[in-house]
């Protein structure tokens, strides 16, 4: 394959764009068509998709089934742009919704549509959390991320993130997540002590809000009995716990919501990226009934009623009418974890080390800018990938949950093939 990029001409977007953009940066290339796991250029070169649109893709590229229903619905004048009226589209999304995921799960929830971006879910569950309480402060977790919008920065861990908002974020305080000083040291026992405790300075929170595996912050994975212990300690407090779980739920961690092997019930629940199943900007907040206070138009937007992404999103929820995806995600995630694995004992020189769920897998690199190279090569091979981490020390591996075998063969042979590449120049 020649060098990817070689003769691509990116001067329009060198020109026009603003300097804030970062993904094209690193996959520097003019996309033209994408199917299933793969993207093309308009070189011809092909490309092996472990990003999945930052988590937004767990069914691949334009899946055929939700591509026919879109067009279908398109072509007969159905309603795209509805603000939060009733249509068609949105009464056969919620009803799947109720059928297929939530009754199953005996899980009572009201369906809130915040906007159609993960951080208008969050900012609209901080919202309520604090209307319902009364009180102001969120406490998050060191190396969360949970948006880029005032409220959702305020929660977010990542120190460059923060700074760009500009402003003093307040109203929060951060405690350590799960592991985040040693193994041994009991973070939810940390955490009751300094809110049980007058004189630590930390007042009763509102909420509190994890991801059970961090993915920006660089696939910091939570224990099932930390998040057990968690919601008790909530429960005990009366505090709002609320799961973000816009990338590492929809499946990417297995089951549906990436928290129901812990046997918890969020208060609230934040929905984006891959529930709309295509790609298309979506974003819902599910909400435990007795929490639904909210005056009408209280919290609204433009957007929130994306009936495109209504009808491929109750199309992707035909995925989960049964256990065979969870069960094709769990054996995909094995493989990927003891490949990993292999790779961090073979190549010492990574100093490396394996964290993750499912198809959300990272492999650290403990040595300053080796990531980064090594997704580099992996570019230029033909396989796409993103570095995660404060220093952009892991290397995520999140293909399409669908992706056949042979395909994910193929992508990790081909991340191997980088390692030796950057290993034997450095």
């Known amino acids: 394959m020649a060098s990817i990029g070689e003769k691509t001409n990116l001067d329009v977007f060198k020109q026009h764009e603003s300097e804030v953009r970062s993904y094209c940066r690193s996959f520097p290339t003019i996309f033209t068509k994408a199917q299933g796991y793969k993207l093309w250029d308009g070189e011809g070169n092909e490309f092996i998709d472990f990003f999945a649109g930052a988590g937004a893709l767990n069914y691949g590229h334009n899946h055929p089934k939700m591509k026919e229903k879109l067009m279908a619905y398109i072509e007969s004048d159905g309603v795209t742009h ?3 009226m009733a249509t068609t589209a949105k009464e056969e999304f919620i009803e799947k919704l109720q059928s297929t995921i939530l009754s199953p799960r005996n899980m009572e929830y009201k369906v809130m549509f915040p906007g159609p971006t993960g951080t208008n ?20 977790f060191t190396n969360a991320f949970h948006g880029m919008t005032l409220g959702s920065l305020s929660i977010t861990g990542n120190q460059s993130k923060r700074h760009g908002a500009g402003v003093s974020l307040h109203n929060t305080v951060v405690m350590p997540y799960d592991n985040f000083i040693d193994n041994q040291t009991d973070s939810v026992q940390y955490i009751e002590r300094f809110l049980e405790d007058k004189g630590s300075g930390v007042s009763k929170p509102a909420a509190i809000i994890l991801e059970t595996v961090q993915g920006e912050g660089g696939i910091n994975v939570s224990s099932f009995d930390w998040l057990k212990r968690l919601e008790a300690l909530c429960k005990k407090l009366e505090i709002f716990l609320i799961v973000d779980d816009i990338q590492a739920g929809v499946g990417r961690t297995g089951p549906f919501f990436s928290f129901e092997p812990a046997g918890i019930k969020p208060d609230i629940i934040c929905l984006s990226k891959s529930i709309g199943g295509y790609g298309l900007p979506f974003a819902l907040t599910l909400i435990k009934p007795e929490h639904d206070i909210w005056d009408p138009g209280e919290h609204n937007g433009t957007f929130r009623g994306n009936n495109l992404a209504f009808v491929t999103a109750t199309e992707a929820l035909s995925f989960w009418e049964d256990d065979t995806l969870t069960n094709e995600v ?34 650290v690199c403990d040595v300053d800018g080796l990531a980064d190279a090594i997704c580099c090569s992996a570019f230029e091979k033909g396989l796409i990938l993103e570095t995660a981490g404060i220093d952009d020390q892991v290397i995520k ?7 056949d075998d042979k395909a994910l063969d193929e992508g990790l042979a081909i991340l191997e093939e980088s390692i030796k590449e950057v290993l034997k120049n450095k």
């Open 82 to 84: 509805g603000l939060d």
């Open 121 to 140: 879910s969050v900012e609209s569950a901080l919202k309520l959390a604090r209307k319902v309480t009364g009180r102001e402060t969120v406490m998050s």
């Open 330 to 363: 769990n054996k995909k995630g094995e493989k990927v974890q003891e490949f990993l694995k292999s790779l961090a004992e073979k190549y010492p020189k990574l100093n490396g080390s394996v964290r993750g769920r499912g198809l959300m897998q990272g492999l």
């Open 397 to 403: 591996v999140m293909p399409p949950l669908n992706i």
